[in-house]
């Protein structure tokens, strides 16, 4: 079974450039989070969508928006980078049948803001 | 509040047993994680707890929890060079399925 897949996995973006990253959730699950991770920090919550209905929002501007798709992937727009948005950003794929309450990480997108 | 403490760095010879402390602030939480990441990497789920449980056993793994002191610890038995990773304590909010993460501690293995 495949995984949380993130896509791209590494990119070089400049201030100002707007940025989509891709997420595919595992088979059967219908939860997707989003997390910024910056370097030697915790992940921090940027959004969560289930049955594609945000759940919640994060502390983040409102230059970071998302969205899910009926297949339950899932995209992240960043518009305007700022140096600091420069971070590895995950994905987490949830609400599987069981519903253990497991929540699985892709990879991550690592992002370089130049 | 939402907080999750953890210490930063924890150094354990091969073969002792390591224990990662973390502290958490909200009552409401439903689940809590560990998860370990290696330099590079994502975020690999090792175990969870639902918060009205206070242990879990999973091979070399055993998760205690407090609630009353909203106390979380993840042993590692016979710790190897392969367990060398930032270890992520968390917790899930169940107000808004937010999970709340600590800053990681650091394991480092001693030969």
């Known amino acids: 079974d495949a995984g949380v897949t993130q896509s791209p996995t590494h990119l070089i973006k400049t201030r100002g450039q707007q940025v989509t990253l891709r997420c595919s959730p595992i088979s059967g699950h219908k939860s997707v989070s989003w997390y910024q991770q910056v370097l030697g920090q915790g992940p921090q919550f940027i959004f969560q969508y289930y049955e594609k209905e945000e759940r919640g929002r994060g502390n983040f501007p409102d230059r970071f928006s998302a969205r899910q798709f009926p297949n339950y992937s899932s995209e992240l727009n960043v518009n305007a980078l700022l140096l600091g948005d420069s971070a590895l950003y995950l994905c987490?794929?949830?609400?599987?049948?069981?519903?253990?309450?497991?929540?699985?990480f892709g990879e991550g997108s690592r992002l370089t803001v130049l | 509040g939402e907080d999750v403490e953890q210490s930063l760095f924890l150094s354990v010879r091969e073969g002792d047993s390591s224990v990662i402390n973390c502290t958490y602030t909200d009552s409401s939480s439903t689940y809590l994680y560990w998860y370990k990441q290696e330099p590079g990497a994502g975020l690999q789920l090792l175990t969870y707890?639902?918060?009205?449980?206070d242990m879990k056993q999973d091979q070399r793994l055993t998760v205690l929890l407090n609630k009353k002191d909203k106390h979380l610890s993840l042993r590692i038995a016979d710790t190897q060079t392969g367990d060398s990773a930032i270890y992520f304590c968390a917790e899930i909010l169940n107000r808004d399925d937010k999970i709340i993460f600590g800053k990681g501690t650091r394991l480092h293995i001693l030969p």
């Open positions: 987490a794929s949830g609400g599987g049948p069981s519903n253990t309450g497991e929540l699985f």
């Open positions: 707890i639902f918060s009205n449980m």
